[in-house]
Each structure stands twice: as structure tokens, then as C-alpha cells.
């Protein structure tokens, strides 16, 4: 019964939809040549954050983590490039 | 033929936390990916709208009672058939149908609801399955709310009676011969 929940919780979790929300945008092509989301999450480990999720969003990286500074950070990145893309309205 | 008289039903606070409710799920709805805290206080706003509802189930008045109008699944199966039939009972204040619909969406109210507020703590920020819930809740009430008002809309109907406006005035026909 246990393992039934387990695995029916992993079944969920990971079919969750992927819904553009709008918030941010990132022009990177075919996701074949994306670098993975490990990778970005190995990258802002090193950084001193601790990565709770990556999905994608809009064709960029939406990341959520609590910073070095213990403060709760949603952010998004470039898939290709890894480089941060500011939140559209937010300035 | 007279008009039968009005006697009260919903009570205030039924009909207060049902057009919360109303106005809570599409505003939170759609701002959900909003600038501001919007989303977030709207979802307060339920949240303390569903914990009074449920507590008003317990020590409120007659037909905001739980115990009042929830039936066990036989009866309701017994009702549901009684609808189908066209020869269904009537009751003053929900029927054994709408009482299941309201059971069902006062927890996914309450689902979608903590699982935002866990959102909004370290605890649980980023965490998976706390956001997967709150998406799938949110298409579950989706799903509820047309049959909530198809069957609202068809026992008005079967019962010769407007229960939209019941819920905005709190008052129902009187019709003697009713069940309890």
C-alpha cells in the first residue's frame, strides 16, 4: 500500500503539466540542444543555493530555490546559455 | 393558487462564505501569475472562508449543519435514482446529491488552499508535490463547479424553484410534504 502511494505520488509529481505562465520567455530552440537541469542545478549549488525545483517555463529554466541567504528565489534561466532572464514586468 | 410563503434557509453566513467562494476562485484564478501578493491573500481569504464553513457545519444553524443534510451513499444512490426518475424527494435545505457536491468542493477548497499556503513557507516552498497538488486540485474544482451548477440548475427545475436566488435572499418556498 505504501509503495502504491509512493508511486502514485512519483506518477503525479512528475506528469504535472507544463503551462507557460508568461512570466518569462527564452528564444532557445530545439530543446535537444538545451544543457540539462542538472546541470543548472550543480551550477547554483556551487553558488551557495539550495535547489528545490527546476521546470520549464516559457522555453526557459524556472528555478525554485532558497539563496545563499536562506530567502525564498524563483528565478529563470536560459536553457542554452544558463544565463539568468529578468521576469517580464518586473523591474 | 397563493404564492407558498418564503421561510428562511440559508443563513447569512452560508450565503456570505458561498459568494466568497464565487469571487474568490475566479480572482485567484486569474491571479495566479500576477505581479503583487494578489493570489496569495485571495487564497487567505478562501482558506478562512472554508474553515468557518466547516466549522459552521458542526454548530450552526439547521440546514448549515453537516448533520442536517448529508446522507449515507445508499440513501444518495436511493435520491440519485429518484432524480433520474423525475420523482425525486424534496428537501428544504440540500438535497443528499448537492450535500456530496459540497463535501467535495469545501476539500478541494481546502486542498488547493493549504497547499498554497505551504507555498509561501520555507518548509515547503519549490517542493513538487505541494505544487502539483495545488495545479491538480485546481482542475478537480474545475471539473466540480459545472456539475455543482448543473445540478443546481436541474433541481431547480425538478422542484419548481429558484435556488440561485435562494442563495442570495436565504429563503426557499415552503412546501408542506417535504422530507426533513
Same mark, same amino acid.
Not at chain 1, 518569462?24 to 539550495?50: F, H, M, V, Y
Not at chain 1, 529563470?76 to 521576469?87: L, Q, R, S, W
Not at chain 2, 450552526?60 to 424527494?89: M, W
Given at each position: 500500500?505504501?509503495?502504491?502511494?509512493?508511486?502514485?505520488?512519483?506518477?503525479?509529481?512528475?506528469?504535472?503539466?507544463?503551462?507557460?505562465?508568461?512570466?518569462?520567455?527564452?528564444?532557445?530552440?530545439?530543446?535537444?540542444?538545451?544543457?540539462?537541469?542538472?546541470?543548472?542545478?550543480?551550477?547554483?549549488?556551487?553558488?551557495?543555493?539550495?535547489?528545490?525545483?527546476?521546470?520549464?517555463?516559457?522555453?526557459?529554466?524556472?528555478?525554485?530555490?532558497?539563496?545563499?541567504?536562506?530567502?525564498?528565489?524563483?528565478?529563470?534561466?536560459?536553457?542554452?546559455?544558463?544565463?539568468?532572464?529578468?521576469?517580464?514586468?518586473?523591474? | 393558487?397563493?404564492?407558498?410563503?418564503?421561510?428562511?434557509?440559508?443563513?447569512?453566513? /452560508?450565503? #456570505?462564505?458561498? *459568494?466568497?467562494?464565487? +469571487? &474568490?476562485?475566479?480572482? %485567484?484564478? @486569474?491571479?495566479?501569475?500576477? !505581479? $503583487?501578493?494578489?493570489?496569495?491573500?485571495?487564497?487567505?481569504?478562501?482558506?478562512?472562508? /472554508?474553515? #468557518?464553513?466547516? *466549522?459552521?457545519?458542526? +454548530? &450552526?444553524?439547521?440546514? %448549515?449543519? @453537516?448533520?442536517?443534510?448529508? !446522507? $449515507?451513499?445508499?440513501?444518495?444512490?436511493?435520491?440519485?435514482?429518484?432524480?433520474?426518475?423525475?420523482?425525486?424527494?424534496?428537501?428544504?435545505?440540500?438535497?443528499?446529491?448537492?450535500?456530496?457536491?459540497?463535501?467535495?468542493?469545501?476539500?478541494?477548497?481546502?486542498?488547493?488552499?493549504?497547499?498554497?499556503?505551504?507555498?509561501?513557507?520555507?518548509?515547503?516552498?519549490?517542493?513538487?508535490?505541494?505544487?502539483?497538488?495545488?495545479?491538480?486540485?485546481?482542475?478537480?474544482?474545475?471539473?466540480?463547479?459545472?456539475?455543482?451548477?448543473?445540478?443546481?440548475?436541474?433541481?431547480?427545475?425538478?422542484?419548481?424553484?429558484?435556488?440561485?436566488?435562494?442563495?442570495?435572499?436565504?429563503?426557499?418556498?415552503?412546501?408542506?410534504?417535504?422530507?426533513?
Amino acid at each position: 500500500m505504501k509503495l502504491k502511494i509512493v508511486l502514485f505520488l512519483a506518477l503525479i509529481t512528475g506528469a504535472a503539466p507544463v503551462f507557460a505562465t508568461g512570466l518569462a520567455t527564452c528564444d532557445s530552440g530545439d530543446p535537444a540542444t538545451w544543457q540539462s537541469k542538472e546541470a543548472l542545478t550543480e551550477k547554483l549549488t556551487k553558488e551557495g543555493w539550495e535547489v528545490r525545483l527546476v521546470k520549464e517555463d516559457g522555453g526557459c529554466y524556472e528555478v525554485y530555490a532558497m539563496d545563499k541567504d536562506g530567502n525564498r528565489t524563483e528565478a529563470y534561466y536560459h536553457p542554452v546559455t544558463f544565463e539568468p532572464v529578468p521576469i517580464e514586468g518586473d523591474h | 393558487m397563493t404564492r407558498p410563503a418564503a421561510i428562511p434557509v440559508f443563513d447569512p453566513l /452560508v450565503r #456570505l462564505t458561498h *459568494l466568497l467562494f464565487l +469571487v &474568490g476562485v475566479p480572482a %485567484a484564478w @486569474f491571479t495566479r501569475h500576477a !505581479r $503583487g501578493s494578489w493570489h496569495e491573500w485571495i487564497g487567505y481569504a478562501v482558506l478562512a472562508a /472554508v474553515a #468557518l464553513r466547516l *466549522l459552521w457545519g458542526v +454548530v &450552526g444553524s439547521r440546514h %448549515a449543519r @453537516f448533520v442536517s443534510f448529508v !446522507r $449515507g451513499p445508499k440513501a444518495t444512490l436511493r435520491y440519485a435514482q429518484q432524480v433520474r426518475r423525475g420523482e425525486a424527494t424534496r428537501y428544504p435545505g440540500h438535497n443528499p446529491l448537492g450535500a456530496w457536491m459540497i463535501l467535495a468542493l469545501l476539500s478541494t477548497l481546502l486542498v488547493i488552499s493549504l497547499t498554497g499556503w505551504m507555498f509561501t513557507t520555507d518548509r515547503w516552498f519549490g517542493i513538487g508535490w505541494v505544487i502539483s497538488t495545488h495545479e491538480y486540485a485546481t482542475w478537480i474544482l474545475f471539473a466540480l463547479i459545472p456539475i455543482h451548477v448543473l445540478g443546481v440548475l436541474h433541481a431547480s427545475w425538478a422542484q419548481r424553484e429558484n435556488l440561485v436566488a435562494s442563495m442570495i435572499h436565504g429563503n426557499k418556498p415552503d412546501h408542506s410534504a417535504d422530507a426533513s
